[in-house]
């Protein structure tokens, strides 16, 4: 099945720029209103795609890769749930119609009469680190965001695997497996694993072929420095082994660097007239008044700049530099979070989540534009 096509709504297709910044680009920034990726600059590029969850029951492709398959009556939107769960328990205390409030709480929509069958969905996400912005257009020329998905699974193993694996996740999350039905290449799978992109990475090198795969009889291009797309229809011809081979050029190291990395005491502490504050209560927008609550002390004599070294941090004179938490943390609800799932909010929620002092204190990387 193919999804996203003409830009779709249900696709739900989109790319979200984190830490966006003026394209400066040597070769130009211009763009057009109808490209899909953003024109400027950003440290980090999202993008999500979202296939189908509903089947017609009869073909397994189609003349379009589309017609077989469908999204169901609510586009495709999953977690009504978390929308009227505080209706949900005000009817009820107000009512005992409880079957009118079962009938609002549903996780995804129901399939057209005509694409009957629920199929899990698939969703596709990717990013890429440090996005130069400008214009970037697809193989064929266009700017609609599209992907296929070929299944090669086999029939009884996965839908055993859909019949037993369970966790609490509602939709696709990097961090919800089914670790005890499928192998992962890279590691064990745990849960509340909190891998930095640069520890995935290096995790997966080692199974990378060796020496690295040869594209000579695919394409005569180098790699690195592609400033034009080839156009056409593939003819699936290879290149003979023995024709063009151009090397890429090989991946420079640099020694890591050593850093004094620090993080905020994520409670509150207590003060002498028996308040009990935050770091995030420290952290005023007026400087003046951020520096005086940095050399307040505790109850126990401690300098409040010794709970919260990010917050009270001399930007330009750095002692230490802000690094998130390894690992769960937990909150003041019993619930445990990590970074990552910080990490992978768009700026609107993750400004909302990083008003919770104990993610912010716990996050100060992921929640930098908001300390």
Same mark, same amino acid.
């Given at each position: 099945?193919?999804?996203?096509?003409?830009?779709?709504? &249900?696709?739900?297709?989109?790319?979200?720029?984190?830490?966006?910044?003026?394209?400066?680009?040597?070769?130009?920034?211009? @763009?057009?209103?109808?490209?899909?990726?953003?024109?400027?600059?950003?440290?980090?590029?999202?993008?999500?795609?979202?296939?189908?969850?509903?089947?017609?029951?009869?073909?397994?492709?189609? %003349?379009?890769?589309? @017609?077989?398959?469908?999204?169901?009556?609510?586009?495709?939107?999953?977690?009504?749930?978390?929308?009227?769960?505080?209706?949900?328990?005000?009817?009820?205390?107000?009512?005992?119609?409880?079957?009118?409030?079962?009938?609002?709480?549903?996780?995804?929509?129901?399939?057209?009469?005509?694409?009957?069958?629920?199929?899990?969905?698939?969703?596709?996400?990717?990013?890429?680190?440090?996005?130069? $912005?400008?214009?970037?257009? *697809?193989?064929?020329?266009?700017?609609?965001?599209?992907?296929?998905?070929? =299944? $090669?699974?086999? %029939?009884?193993? !996965?839908?055993?695997?859909?019949?037993?694996?369970?966790?609490?996740?509602?939709?696709?999350?990097?961090?919800?497996?089914?670790?005890?039905?499928?192998?992962?290449?890279?590691?064990?799978?745990?849960?509340?694993?909190?891998?930095?992109?640069?520890?995935?990475?290096?995790?997966?090198?080692?199974?990378?072929?060796?020496?690295?795969?040869?594209?000579?009889?695919?394409?005569? #291009?180098?790699?690195?420095?592609?400033?034009? +797309?080839?156009? $056409?229809?593939?003819?699936?011809? !290879?290149?003979?082994? &023995?024709?063009?081979?151009?090397?890429?050029?090989?991946?420079?190291? #640099?020694?890591?660097?050593?850093?004094?990395?620090?993080?905020?005491?994520?409670?509150?502490?207590?003060?002498?007239?028996?308040?009990?504050?935050?770091?995030?209560?420290?952290? @005023?927008?007026?400087?003046? !008044?951020?520096?005086?609550?940095?050399?307040?002390?505790?109850?126990?004599?401690?300098?409040? =700049?010794?709970?919260?070294?990010?917050?009270?941090?001399?930007? @330009?004179?750095?002692?230490?530099?802000?690094?998130?938490?390894?690992?769960? *943390?937990? +909150?003041?609800?019993?619930?445990?979070?990590?970074?990552?799932?910080?990490?992978?909010? $768009?700026?609107?929620?993750?400004?909302?989540?990083?008003?919770?002092?104990?993610?912010?204190?716990?996050?100060?990387? =992921?929640?930098?534009?908001?300390?």
């Amino acid at each position: 099945m193919v999804t996203g096509n003409n830009g779709m709504p &249900e696709a739900k297709a989109g790319a979200e720029c984190v830490g966006a910044s003026p394209c400066e680009r040597a070769d130009g920034c211009a @763009s057009d209103d109808t490209s899909f990726f953003p024109s400027t600059a950003c440290a980090e590029l999202e993008v999500s795609l979202s296939f189908p969850t509903c089947w017609d029951g009869i073909n397994i492709d189609s %003349e379009d890769h589309r @017609s077989h398959v469908n999204y169901d009556l609510d586009g495709g939107f999953f977690g009504k749930i978390k929308n009227v769960i505080v209706c949900a328990l005000f009817c009820l205390y107000l009512s005992d119609r409880t079957d009118d409030i079962k009938s609002i709480i549903t996780i995804d929509g129901e399939c057209p009469s005509t694409h009957p069958y629920k199929i899990p969905q698939i969703q596709l996400f990717f990013r890429i680190k440090e996005y130069a $912005g400008g214009k970037h257009t *697809f193989a064929d020329g266009t700017s609609i965001y599209h992907a296929d998905y070929f =299944s $090669g699974w086999d %029939e009884t193993f !996965l839908q055993t695997v859909l019949d037993e694996c369970f966790n609490e996740s509602e939709a696709a999350m990097p961090d919800a497996w089914c670790e005890d039905h499928v192998t992962f290449l890279d590691a064990p799978k745990v849960f509340d694993d909190n891998k930095s992109d640069d520890d995935i990475v290096s995790n997966l090198l080692p199974f990378q072929p060796d020496p690295a795969f040869d594209t000579s009889t695919i394409t005569s #291009e180098a790699i690195d420095g592609i400033t034009s +797309l080839p156009r $056409g229809a593939c003819t699936g011809t !290879l290149i003979p082994s &023995e024709g063009p081979n151009p090397s890429p050029s090989p991946p420079t190291t #640099e020694p890591p660097i050593e850093y004094n990395f620090c993080q905020d005491y994520d409670e509150k502490m207590e003060f002498s007239n028996g308040a009990l504050l935050t770091c995030k209560w420290v952290g @005023s927008k007026r400087a003046r !008044l951020r520096q005086r609550r940095c050399k307040q002390r505790t109850v126990d004599g401690q300098l409040v =700049s010794e709970f919260c070294p990010v917050t009270c941090l001399d930007k @330009s004179n750095p002692s230490c530099v802000p690094k998130d938490v390894e690992g769960t *943390f937990p +909150l003041f609800n019993g619930k445990t979070r990590s970074c990552n799932f910080v990490k992978r909010k $768009g700026n609107r929620k993750k400004r909302k989540l990083c008003k919770n002092f104990v993610i912010l204190a716990n996050c100060p990387e =992921s929640c930098g534009d908001y300390l």
